[in-house]
């Protein structure tokens, strides 16, 4: 499994200096804290005035033309790219990066994830530990969830390979143009190629 086979990403861009795509995208999970605090070192700062009911931390990056709510939490490391737009009550924990002209929708929460370009999540969302490619949209309610009931290490499967991941956390890893019905909870260690559907609680292939 190579992100490649999930991904379109610019081979030109700052973003593959840190995640490859001819590696598992599994391992991006491990790196966005470094990659995050490397890009700040270029694009530092936050361009724009902040609401007053919104909570930035330390180490966040900012586009100038990102919309902000009210109020919201970032917590930080975070980099929230261009024609982003956050609504209110969204919950950013530590090491999220968010691409281009995303939405991070109202009562939303992220944690250690990539969401590249055009990537929606609307309405009472949680993403942990996963990456979500260009385009994907996730219904109302989808939950990825990122640790299992035992505790027990992740093991991922996909076109009949089993690998352990030596992860307690991995969510889903979500490939360009995917869309997630309302309400759907997905499993940790979920694998989901290009234009895959999920339709109450059964995958399939666009």
């Known amino acids: 499994m190579i992100a ?3 991904f379109e990403t610019d081979e030109s861009g700052k ?7 001819d590696e598992d995208p599994v391992l991006w999970l491990k790196k966005i804290n470094f990659a995050i605090l490397d890009m700040l070192s270029v694009s530092r700062g936050i361009k724009q005035n902040i609401p007053p009911g919104c909570y930035v931390g330390r180490d966040v990056f900012i586009h100038e033309s990102v919309r902000l709510p009210p109020i919201c939490v970032i917590e ?5 790219d261009e024609g982003t737009n956050i ?7 530590e090491n ?3 691409g281009k002209n995303c939405l991070i929708g109202n009562s939303c929460e992220l944690k250690n994830s990539i969401l590249l370009h055009n990537t929606q999540t609307p309405h009472f969302n949680y993403v942990g530990d996963s990456v979500l490619g260009n385009f994907v949209h996730l219904g109302a309610g989808v939950i990825l969830a990122n640790l299992r009931l035992d505790g027990k290490n992740i093991v991922t499967h996909y076109n009949g390979e089993r690998v352990e991941t030596g992860m307690k956390k991995v969510g889903a890893i979500i490939g360009d143009h995917s869309e997630i019905s309302c309400n759907s909870v997905i499993n940790p260690g979920t694998i989901l190629p290009k234009n895959s559907m999920v339709i109450n609680g059964q995958a399939r292939k666009g």
């Open 4 to 6: 490649r086979e999930f």
């Open 87 to 93: 609504r209110p009550f969204a919950y950013v924990r």
């Open 76 to 80: 930080g490391p975070a980099y929230i």
């Open 96 to 98: 999220v990066i968010i």
């Open 15 to 21: 973003f593959v200096e840190h995640f490859r795509l």
